[in-house]
């Protein structure tokens, strides 16, 4: 069986992200998806389901 070339460091302090940041990240992610579900409700809404689809279908089709 071969061997590692070197044993394994444990991490410092600085290299782990604290918990504060990865807490603020997952709030914020959630943030922006709940923004995005709530756009597109309101769309759908706003617009109707024919309406709807055809403007998402539209905008797919401009990105490609």
Do not use: N
Request: net charge positive; hydrophobic share 55%.
């Amino acid at each position: 069986m071969a061997h590692p070339l070197s044993t394994p460091q444990p991490l410092d302090g600085a290299a782990q992200p604290s918990r504060k940041f990865a807490r603020a990240v997952a709030a914020g992610g959630t943030g922006v998806g709940v923004a995005l579900l709530m756009a597109a409700l309101v769309l759908w809404f706003h617009y109707g389901t024919a309406v709807f689809f055809e403007m998402i279908a539209s905008g797919i089709s401009a990105c490609f």
